[in-house]
């Protein structure tokens, strides 16, 4: 007889009820964990007890008053505590697989294949294919993986436009295929696999594909970024920039993409469903998008890290390396610190300096710091941590309004102990990170050489703005600042406390930059402070006046960069 499934439709609403309320129990078990973790601690203690209460009768030879009733209640504690430890541990490990089953059965609820998704699409690439006069042919694979229903759903529009890309940028026209030596039709690959607790998939063609040195030049001309700093990127790292607002290879906007709306709106729809997507690409062999996607949105494996005493979350997915570096081997380029990541020279960031935390104030004993590498668009930054705490699965909990908005936050999760613990947005740090410039280390180094002191630096100008900015750029470099409003305020804190270095405006009231200099250069205690003018006089006969007043550096306001601040005061101290 043939057995026919019984099916019920139940709305996406009631399934996601029933994952928070996983949640909650996933949240609980974590928390007897950590209890578990007490009990054997204390069961650890009971049996230290003990030994120490046996050690100390041997050496005394004999049995003091009452000896064999402590005895006897050392032991029974110690014999309590290990009953405890045992029952509490087997009721957490039923817990803890019972939890995982029905998370696990949940999920499978969830669950659909890709294939629902992929099956849109051939159509599509067909009807897109007739319309610019191309011959192409869309191959799929791996349409029996499973996804989260919701992210499937969130994943059309990215893939629709990923496909449309390929199209319209990619395949080239069948007679330029041909005199290219390749099939007149084309091939556009949409593949997906499983990786652990993630699924790739891609978005492969055999096109013309994207030519680095095209997008640098793209770059460089629209103001994407500097000629310096293309020197310095990876091509890796150049492609990277495509996801850019208002970024395009293709010289007309056309109906199929373009249209003012261009890859930053799929790396956008990505990076809302905590996933990743990176690019790699052969000029005249064609490209392949990859996007890296969790399972699952509702718990995710992550990386713990404490920062200034707090616990954060990393999305495991986005970590590539741990390391623990020497701090004596960094090395600085255009301002920045760096490490080697396999060969490739990595920006090097503290992480409190991002979350706008106090960091320490000085360099571990030992010289070395654990660093964790993060990757977001084909862009790798390492982040300095005082600390690794080691991974765990997470229940992931969205921020509600307004702190939805913050930047560098996409959630929390509760700790064992009941904490919240925040989870880091990968992306925003590393976009926060390319704003971060300063040698922190190399400053901290000079200070350890000097005695432990760090150098103070007296900031005067009377513009409020530009004492801020200027104090800011200093004490992220590892400086102590004071600040003054015009030249008088700066005599008066140079006689309540000695500075290493003055950074001073030359146009203020009551005593300008320059009476300022020459008074300096007349009083015997501050002969050979040195004086660093950075102003908006840019003539030749202000910078002579700057000299003969006794500067030993001019900076003009309007040519103004940190890194050549930063790059005098360390020649001057």
Known sequence: VRQIEETVRVTTQKLDDLMNQIGEILAARFKLEARLAEIRGIEGRAEELHRAWVAARRA???????????????????????????????????????????????????????????????????????????????????????????????????????????????????????????????????GASQRATSVVIEVEDDGAGI?????????????????????????????????????????????????????????????????????????????????RLPITLATAPALFVRVSGQEFAIPLAAVETLDEVDLGRVTAVESREAILVGGVPTALVRLHDILGLPGQASLPADGRAPVVVLGATDERVAFLVDELLGEREIVVKGLALPLRRVRCFSGATVLGDGGVALILNVFDLVKASQKSRGLWLDERRRAAAAGGRVPRILVVDDSVTTRLLEQGILESSGYEVTVAVDGVDALARLAERPVDLVVSDVEMPRLNGFELTRRLRAEAAHRELPVILVTSLSTDADRQAGIEAGADAYIVKGAFDQGNLLATIRQLL
Request: without cysteine.
């Open 211 to 291: 030519d680095p040195a095209r997008v640098r030049a793209l770059a460089l001309r629209r103001g994407f970024a500097s000629e310096e700093a293309l020197r310095e990127m990876t091509d890796p790292q150049v492609l990277g920039l495509v996801f850019r607002p208002g970024f395009s290879t293709k010289g007309m906007i056309t109906d199929l993409s373009g249209r003012g709306v261009g890859l930053d709106v799929v790396l956008t729809n990505i990076e809302r469903l905590k996933g990743s997507i990176t690019i790699t690409s052969e000029p005249g062999r064609g490209a392949v998008f990859s996007i």
């Open 60 to 190: 005394q030879g004999g049995a003091p008053a009452g000896a064999a009733e402590l005895t006897e209640l050392i032991e029974r504690l110690l014999a309590e505590s290990r009953r405890l430890s045992a029952r509490f541990g087997d009721d957490t490990l039923r817990m803890s697989l019972a939890s995982g089953e029905l998370q696990e059965s949940i999920n499978r609820v969830r669950m659909l294949p890709v294939s629902s998704l992929f099956n849109l699409f051939p159509r599509l690439l067909r009807d897109i294919a007739l319309q610019e006069g191309k011959e192409a042919e869309l191959v799929i694979a791996g349409g029996d993986v499973q996804l989260d229903k919701k992210v499937i759903e969130e994943l059309k529009d990215p893939l629709t436009h990923l496909l449309r890309n390929a199209l319209d940028h990619g395949i080239e026209r069948p007679e330029e295929r041909a005199a290219a030596g390749k099939p007149r039709l084309g091939r556009v690959r949409l």
